[in-house]
């Protein structure tokens, strides 16, 4: 039985898809890091970097919330999207000390974000920070960030000082 290899053509036509399924593949492996970096990058600009932590403070990889709706709303973020839009991409910095510990989660949204009456009533159930929901937000366009830490922390103020320079 005599097999049939194909005409040179065909043959040519098949390396040149496979080359040309190659080269799609690098691209969009290469468009995936550009926008995977340019995600981080967003939130870079906000996070406190090693040289800037107090010494009394150390980062960790735990989440830190002072209370259940800011950790609901950073783990199911999807559950608010009718309401606020998609998640473009999300991240947060935990930091403790022996007297204070908490965690600042920071959203990028596809659109401008704007619903700070719905934030309040999720983040405090009222109008504004209470003891037990001590969280504190901001809306810049379509960034949201969270801050979860006590009224007072220290860590905290650093923390927002360095966002309202960043802006």
Known sequence: MEEVIGSPESIRDDILHKDISMKNFIVFILLLAVHLSSSAQVFEKFKLKESEIPKEYKITDKTLFKSIQPKLFYDNPDLYKSILGSVKSKE???FESANDEGTVVFFE???NVDSTGFLEGLLWGGSKPTREHP????IKDNILIIWSFSKKSPIKKL?????????
């Open 92 to 94: 947060y910095q935990s």
């Open 109 to 111: 949204y596809e659109k």
């Open 135 to 138: 969280e504190e937000y901001l």
């Open 159 to 167: 923390l927002m000082e360095k966002v309202k320079l960043a802006n």
